[in-house]
T-cell receptor, first 116, second 114 residues
Framework: DAGVIQSPRHEVTEMGQEVTLRCKPI?????LFWYRQTMMRGLELLIY????????DSGMPEDRFSAKMPNASFSTLKIQPSEPRDSAVYFC??????????????FGPGTRLTVL | RKEVEQDPGPFNVPEGATVAFNCTYS??????FFWYRQDCRKEPKLLMS???SGNEDGRFTAQLNRASQYISLLIRDSKLSDSATYLC???????????????FGKGTKLSVIP
């Protein structure tokens, strides 16, 4: 079975450009999570969806960040305009069932973003 | 107290050694806990779940002390392949939505030396 798929794996862009990160969760999983990881702050939850509906976006840093999940098999995280401080590894994760504190989250390989 | 706090390390231990990592958490309502492992430049992967007082899986033992809000991970007979960062993870309920999100510690880095 394919795991969580993310694209691109690496992105280098210039400040001010729009960046779109993509995620395909594991088929049948109902929850999807976007995280950002930096050395300074560790792994931070940005937003998560249950059954394609955003549940909590309090971790989204500011209005430059937006996320969508138009269907059960696809989600995007967009940064517009991008800034150097957005440089990080962005992970997408999915889990089988909404709710349930025992549910494992399965992570994608991440997108390494560098904003110059 | 921070939501999830870990000693960042690094822990440098020889092969065969026993090493223990500690984690404290602030949400006293949490019922289950996880240890994830993250290799360099890779994604986190679930290592162990802890639902009651503890859990053992081969060389790995996780223990939970609810009174002290403290979780530990013990690795016996360390292998070179155990070198990684170990993340302590605590679920927190999202009020009103009946769903949970995970809060990750910053991780403890382990290097097992030949």
């Amino acid at each position: 079975d394919a795991g969580v798929i993310q694209s691109p794996r690496h992105e280098v862009t210039e400040m001010g450009q729009e960046v779109t990160l993509r995620c395909k969760p594991i088929s049948g999983h109902n929850s999807l999570f976007w995280y950002r990881q930096t050395m300074m702050r560790g792994l931070e939850l940005l937003i998560y969806f249950n059954n394609n509906v955003p549940i909590d976006d309090s971790g989204m840093p500011e209005d430059r960040f937006s996320a969508k999940m138009p269907n059960a098999s696809f989600s995007t995280l967009k940064i517009q305009p991008s800034e150097p401080r957005d440089s990080a590894v962005y992970f997408c994760a999915s889990s089988p069932v909404p709710g349930g504190d025992t549910d494992t989250q399965y992570f994608g390989p991440g997108t390494r973003l560098t904003v110059l | 107290r921070k939501e999830v706090e870990q000693d960042p390390g690094p822990f440098n231990v020889p092969e065969g050694a026993t090493v223990a990592f500690n984690c404290t958490y602030s949400n006293s309502a949490s019922q289950s806990f996880f240890w994830y492992r993250q290799d360099c430049r890779k994604e986190p992967k679930l290592l162990m779940s802890v639902y009651s007082s503890g859990n053992e899986d081969g060389r790995f033992t996780a223990q939970l002390n609810r009174a002290s809000q403290y979780i530990s991970l013990l690795i016996r007979d360390s292998k070179l392949s155990d070198s990684a960062t170990y993340l302590c993870v605590v679920p927190s309920a999202h009020s009103g939505a009946g769903s949970y999100q995970l809060t990750f510690g910053k991780g403890t880095k382990l290097s097992v030396i030949p």
